[in-house]
């Protein structure tokens, strides 16, 4: 079983739609959470860090379950410019490793 | 801001070629990645270096080499290049250990011919 699973989508969505994503991770021991995002042929980059309590940045609202060894991403008014691939990176405690998911594509069209 | 700056955007070479990719960040991260990029495979590590001098295995090192002489830089090494690591190289740093966000260089899509 992979560590970061993602289900890779696409999620094709309408503009002002809301959208969410999952991602499972395996190790319990895992103590750090990010999303990342990155745009075709661009470097990803930090999105936002996902905290026990759940946090939100605007539209952009993450949340942990660690019971059920998963992270969340809701996306509310979906915009043209939320077209990316969302990546769920995961570290486990003691680790210096971030690992990555393989990533969930969203398209948001017209 | 955080920099990390990767010497190349894009770089064709011939099978058998020795290939060097060099990373620079700009912050005193202690720790340096790099990582493939490849279509439905996501980001895989290649290596890491935690310290000056210091270097560890990822998940995919057969084929490359690094090297981390100095804190800022952080060199991957094709021995001898074949078209099966025809890919993004992604280079990456974070601060510390416990604070792992990782900032990443633009990439260098390598062609190997």
């Known amino acids: 079983r992979k560590e970061v699973e993602q289900d890779p989508g696409p999620f094709n969505v309408p503009e002002g739609a809301t959208v969410a994503f999952n991602c499972t991770y395996s190790?319990?021991?895992?103590?750090?959470f990010f999303w990342y995002r990155q745009d075709c042929r661009k470097e990803p980059k930090l999105l936002m860090s996902?905290?026990?309590s759940g946090n939100e940045d605007g539209r952009f609202t993450a949340q942990l379950n660690r019971a059920s060894q998963y992270i969340s991403l809701l996306i509310r008014d979906s915009k043209l410019s939320d077209s990316a691939t969302y990546l769920c990176v995961v570290r486990a405690g003691g680790s210096y490793i971030p690992t990555f998911g393989r990533g969930t594509s969203l398209i948001v069209h017209p | 801001d955080v920099k990390v700056t990767q010497s190349s955007r894009y770089l064709v070479k011939r099978t058998g070629e020795k290939v060097f990719l060099e990373c620079v960040q700009d912050?005193?991260?202690?720790?340096m990645f790099w990582y493939r990029q490849d279509p439905g495979l996501g980001l895989r590590l290649i290596y890491f270096s935690y310290d000056v001098k210091m270097k560890e295995k990822g998940d995919i090192p057969e084929g490359y080499s690094v090297s981390r002489e100095k804190k800022e830089r952080f060199s991957l090494i094709l021995e001898s290049a074949s078209t099966n690591q025809t890919s993004m190289y992604l280079c990456?740093?974070?601060?510390?250990?416990?604070?792992?966000?990782?900032?990443f260089g633009q990439g260098t899509r390598l062609t190997v011919v």
């Open positions: 912050m005193d991260h202690e720790n």
């Open positions: 190790n319990s021991a895992s103590q750090s």
């Open positions: 996902v905290y026990s």
């Open positions: 990456a740093s974070s601060l510390s250990q416990t604070n792992t966000e990782a900032f």
